[in-house]
């Protein structure tokens, strides 16, 4: 089992970036899928982007493909997410979370893959 903590959630004006980051423990962090989750309020959670540890191989959404950049970090067991030109509509709950090894280079993008997931940051974006 992986233990996870987020930081660097806030918030900023439309055009901002902020970077967040999540802390892996008590597990062998190189073999998990990773991923980041957003939620906003009224709306179903979606994977925003994820790496797999192994391959270290991203996959991002449309909606923040090219503004978004994951980094996993093994040596410090940490996995970030900058978040540039940030948008109202990237207002959100976001969360880290742990899954086991995929087959697939990519990780999967269904939140059913992943066990193990942080307490959540809050991002708010203001226009």
């Known amino acids: 089992q992986v233990q996870l903590v987020e930081s660097g959630g806030g918030s900023v004006q439309a055009g901002g970036s902020l970077r967040l980051s999540c802390q892996a423990s008590g597990g062998t962090y190189t073999r998990y899928c990773m991923g980041w989750f957003r939620r906003a309020p009224g709306k179903e959670r979606e994977m925003v982007a994820s790496n797999n540890g192994g391959s270290n191989i991203s996959y991002y959404s449309d909606s923040v493909k090219g503004r978004f950049t994951i980094f996993q970090d093994n040596a410090k067991n940490t996995l970030s997410l900058q978040m540039n030109s940030l948008k109202s509509e990237d207002t959100a709950m976001y969360s880290c979370?742990?899954?086991?090894?995929?087959?697939?280079?990519?990780?999967?993008?269904?939140?059913?893959?992943?066990?193990?997931w942080g307490q959540g940051t809050q991002v708010t974006v203001s226009s």
């Open positions: 979370a742990a899954g086991p090894r995929s087959i697939s280079s990519v990780c999967p993008s269904d939140f059913r893959w992943y066990i193990d």
